[in-house]
């Protein structure tokens, strides 16, 4: 056993980072593939999610004021899509 190696960071599947963040597979996929999440990629298909990686991502991600659509910007935004 190698007692000087550096530990090696578990790896996160796609449906285990949808799960944490509460949203759907297609919505990680997308942002995999946007390079807003970073991700390895092995072989042609399979991606893995460092989890250092999803912890960087979260904690960057603006924070939300409020509950429901009190900000009529936002509310004016989310119509729009």
Known sequence: ????????????KAGEVAEILKISRTQAYRLLASG???CLRFGGKT??????DLERFITGQPK?????????QFHKEYQGR
Do not use: K, S, W
């Open 64 to 72: 939300v004021q409020g509950i429901g659509f009190e900000n009529q």
């Open 36 to 38: 807003e999440l970073p």
């Open 47 to 52: 991606v893995r999610i460092r989890r250092a």
């Open 1 to 12: 056993m190698l007692t000087d190696a550096p530990q090696i960071q578990p790896l996160l």
